[in-house]
């Protein structure tokens, strides 16, 4: 074997010898633990921290450690760093406001156990993310080995809103309050909220979504007006914002004073009794305002009564504080009547409904209805020539004859009525009225539908002058019927009334009379018997011939 052979040899067993030292050398174990837990412990922004760094180095026989270096990134500093158990091991001063720290031993061993303590700034750059920390040990042989142990960072205030709440939420100060306070933090999580009501604070955590709920807000004894409402917030890392520091201001509005309602009833002393009076309910409310919603009594049209009738209305507000208010209107006349002249006994109206048009225009069919259920009307349709004001129609209802109408109806009557217009004058072009009888009555009267009738009083002549009655249709209870009118007096529904022809009683003369003129009648009738006869003589004689 020459010599190149014998050196090559010996360099590639020097070769194999130095691997498997080097392989033998690097099988150590590095253990690293902190306070951190490698990025799941969080810390707060902007804060002075001290993490604590467990190293725990075992290397083979052959291998010593010496030297540690640890960098922070960017965003942190350190400014102190101390070994605690380990006096062989120090770690240089000149680390204050450094980005990183070395520490060394003054005896390599193979074995190091040492905690080192370094007090860091996490700057405000060190936001919600997790940090890097590089730590470099160096040994004796194979230089460095490399290892990372995360530091998470939490440096931004969470935010508030209260997504459900209506602002200036009106509240008695005997009430609670409802907040639903939401709370956005995108890093170590809503920890507390603290509310603060016109000065009365009080505390409440967070559930597991990051919500303040409480339905206890104390408004205890506060004054009328806005309270405001300031809420903090804290995060697991005690980040903390402040509801002033958000786009709306919260406030609670108190009211603790009853609304002032006012009704009212137009006229106010009605004339007519059935005359139509309109009652409404109006108010104020310094603070929270009237809620319409719950006002017990709005616009109401009312058919006065005779006497003393009351109308009362409540009003509610936003806070909850109702009041009410009663007023009252009084009847102090009768119904008008048309005059008549004279005429024997009669009744006195028994019902009496008025109603009042504003405003009647010949392009419209003004209606009247809402009778009284015993009044036979239904409604009157009214149509006018021209345009006129304040029409008032009053509808009588007469359980007799009228004392005013001199003459009975004929027949069956169903009901009289007054029908009486005010401020229409010369201007009604025509009326249609529909009336009502209750099948009850027709049955009991034994007649048909089709037998009833609309009859109007003369009083120029004191006669009843039927008019033109159509059946119209039928409920469970009435038919009705339709009837035009082109002006107003008194009224009966009654059974049509049947004019049979009476023969008339003749005189004795007349009876002679009549006979004789039978007996004229005849004359030609008996000279053409005569004729007969004497032609049927004739033939007999002539034939014995």
């Known amino acids: 074997m020459d010599n190149k052979k014998i050196l090559l040899l010996m360099f590639f067993g020097i070769f194999l010898i130095s691997l498997m030292y080097s392989v033998s050398a690097q099988a150590s174990t590095i253990t690293i633990t902190s306070n951190a837990s490698n990025g799941t412990t969080w810390f707060k922004g902007g804060s002075n921290q001290s993490i604590n760094f467990s190293i725990v180095a075992e290397l083979n026989s052959s291998v010593n450690l010496s030297f540690i270096n640890i960098s922070v990134p960017a965003g942190m500093t350190i400014w102190n760093a101390n070994i605690t158990n380990n006096t062989n091991w120090t770690c240089d001063g000149g680390v204050i406001n450094g980005t990183y720290a070395n520490c060394s031993s003054g005896v390599s061993d193979t074995y190091v156990a040492i905690n080192i303590s370094l007090n860091i700034t996490l700057n405000s750059s060190a936001y919600e993310q997790n940090h890097s920390v590089v730590i470099l040990l160096t040994d004796n042989f194979t230089g460095t080995n490399e290892t990372l142990e995360n530091i998470l960072v939490d440096g931004i205030q969470p935010t508030i809103s209260m997504p459900a709440y209506t602002n200036a939420t009106a509240k008695k100060n005997t009430a609670n309050l409802t907040l639903n306070i939401s709370i956005v933090d995108a890093g170590s999580g809503a920890s507390q909220c603290w509310v603060s009501i016109n000065g009365t604070n009080q505390t409440f955590d967070a559930d597991g979504d990051n919500w303040c709920n409480t339905t206890l807000g104390n408004l205890t004894n506060m004054g009328d007006g806005n309270a405001t409402i300031i809420i903090w917030v804290n995060d697991s890392v005690n980040n903390m914002n402040v509801s002033h520091n958000t786009s709306v201001a919260y ?72 009041a009410s208010s009663t007023t009252t209107f009084t009847v102090t006349g009768g119904s008008s009547s048309l005059s008549s002249g004279g005429g024997g006994g009669g009744s006195t109206a028994s019902s009496v409904k008025s109603n009042l048009f504003t405003t009647l225009t010949p392009e419209k069919v003004s209606i009247m209805k809402n009778f009284a259920e015993e009044t036979g009307v239904k409604e009157i349709k009214i149509e006018v020539n021209n345009e006129v004001k304040n029409v008032k129609v009053t509808v009588s209802k007469y359980d007799e004859k009228p004392a005013e109408v001199s003459v009975e109806k004929t027949g069956k009557v169903y009901q009289y009525m007054q029908i009486n217009t005010e401020n229409l004058v010369d201007n009604l072009k025509k009326a249609i009225i529909t009336i009502k009888v209750e099948k009850t009555w027709l049955s009991d009267s034994g007649l048909e539908k089709e037998n009833i009738i609309l009859s109007k009083f003369d009083e120029s002549s004191s006669a009843w002058n039927e008019l033109a009655t159509t059946y119209k249709e039928e409920d469970d209870t009435y038919y009705y019927y339709d009837a035009e009118l082109t002006s107003f007096s008194y009224f009966a529904i009654s059974e049509k009334v049947v004019v049979e022809e009476v023969e008339e009683e003749k005189s004795i003369g007349t009876i002679l009379g009549d006979i004789g003129e039978e007996a004229k009648s005849l004359t030609w009738l008996w000279i053409v018997i005569v004729l007969l006869v004497v032609l049927a003589v004739y033939v007999i004689f002539s034939r014995k011939k």
């Open 251 to 322: 406030v609670v509005q108190i009211d603790t004073t009853n609304p002032l309602p006012t009704a009212t009833c137009t006229p106010t002393n009605p004339t007519d009794n059935g005359e139509i009076v309109t009652c409404s309910c109006s108010g104020t409310d310094a603070t929270a305002g009237i809620n319409s919603s719950f006002t017990s009594a709005g616009t109401s049209t009312v058919t006065s009564t005779a006497g003393i009738t009351s109308y009362t209305c409540s009003l509610t507000d936003y806070a909850g504080n109702t």
